[in-house]
Nanobody
Framework: QVQLAESGGGSVQAGGSLRLSCAAS????????MAWFRQAPGEEREGVAA???????TIADSVKGRFTISKDNAKKTLYLQMNSLKPEDTAMYYC??????????????????????WGQGTQVTVSS
């Protein structure tokens, strides 16, 4: 059974940094498209970043230059390094997985409807 568990959220001031982690188990981690999504209260879910099995990544314009997605296949862990945080980054952050090719990941990795497995989320709160 596929399981995803996020950690690393918290409260920071604007301009600060956080690193989120997502520990995966129950499947062949290295062959999946992995992604981060976020959802603020009253807002639609937003794709933040996605990374394919070959390491190629796509990232949302809203966080480009500030956030970086990476993964460690040996540890089966996905990361999201978040720098220069803004109050508008406040949201619940979720990791997700889909059994898909790197090409698919780059094309659809920021669209949540295509992902099969989801974690429970970790809260990020940025104060001004």
């Amino acid at each position: 059974q596929v399981q995803l568990a996020e950690s690393g959220g918290g409260s920071v001031q604007a301009g600060g940094s956080l690193r989120l982690s997502c520990a995966a188990s129950g499947y062949t981690y290295s062959s999946y498209c992995m992604a981060w999504f976020r959802q603020a209260p009253g807002e639609e879910r937003e794709g933040v970043a996605a990374i394919g099995s070959d390491g190629s990544a796509t990232i949302a314009d809203s966080v480009k230059g500030r956030f970086t997605i990476s993964k460690d296949n040996a540890k089966k862990t996905l990361y999201l390094q978040m720098n220069s945080l803004k109050p508008e980054d406040t949201a619940m952050y979720y990791c997700a997985a889909a059994a898909a090719s790197p090409t698919w990941c780059l094309a659809f990795g920021l669209r949540g409807a295509h992902f099969t497995y989801w974690g429970q989320g970790t809260q990020v709160t940025v104060s001004s």
